[in-house]
């Protein structure tokens, strides 16, 4: 079965502007968590969604925002760019959450 | 407030020989944890997991060890191969509602020839 569709791969913004990533997760998982990582922090959790609604949320300021549809795709939307959201947003799919989360490849985020 | 700590950054160990990638945790509510491997480009993929009511979980190569009193858990890999080079995370997770994925940051791991 398919994976994780992250989309798209790498994206280059300009501080100021905004940015939408989308993530198809796989069939049947109803829950999609985000993370950014960056060099040196690992992976930081910025929320969860499971049935449209945000379950979960990590400390991340309100420029980041998320949303999920009915057919459990996730948009993660980041507004007023900074240099330093440059990074690599993952999404991870399961199918309630907890564990046995299946991650795709991520976008490669450049704000210059 | 670093829950999931992986103290050492890197390490480089001879192929064939064991490597050991150490974790540590200060939430005693986590129940569940996971080891990820990582690439360059690409997403964690799973590796090994372990619960809390275990103290150890062998798949091939590799296996987990679990020390609860201690808040530290461990993956050895033996023998270790180049192709297990890579960024290994460590991920705990409390079984409860809500609950996320909280992850280390990483070791890279480099078995040389």
């Known amino acids: 079965k398919a994976g994780v569709t992250q989309t798209p791969r790498y994206l280059i913004k300009t501080r100021g502007q905004q940015v939408t990533l989308s993530c198809s997760p796989i069939s049947g998982h109803r829950s999609v968590s985000w993370y950014q990582q960056t060099p040196g922090q690992g992976l930081q959790f910025l929320f969860e969604?499971?049935?449209?609604?945000?379950?979960n949320k990590g400390n991340f300021p309100g420029r980041f925002s998320g949303r999920q549809f009915s057919n459990s795709r996730s948009e993660m939307n980041v507004s007023t760019l900074e240099l330093g959201d440059s990074a690599l947003y993952l999404c991870?799919?399961?199918?309630?959450?907890?564990?046995?989360?299946?991650f795709g490849s991520g976008t490669r985020l450049t704000v210059v | 407030d670093q829950q999931v700590k992986q103290n050492s950054p890197s390490l480089s160990v001879q192929e064939g020989r064991i490597s050991i990638l150490n974790c540590d945790y200060t939430n005693s509510m986590f129940d569940y944890f996971l080891w990820y491997k990582k690439y360059p480009a690409e997403g964690p993929t799973f590796l090994i997991s372990?619960?809390?009511?275990?103290d150890k979980n062998e798949d091939g190569r590799f296996t987990v060890f679990l020390n609860k009193s201690a808040k530290h858990l461990s993956l050895h890999i033996v023998p270790s191969q180049p192709g297990d080079s890579a960024v290994y995370f460590c991920a705990a997770i409390y079984t409860g509602a809500n609950s996320k994925l909280t992850f280390g940051k990483g070791i890279t791991l480099s078995v040389r020839p």
């Open positions: 991870a799919s399961s199918l309630v959450g907890g564990d046995g989360y299946t």
């Open positions: 372990i619960s809390s009511i275990k």
């Open positions: 969604y499971f049935s449209e609604t945000q379950r």
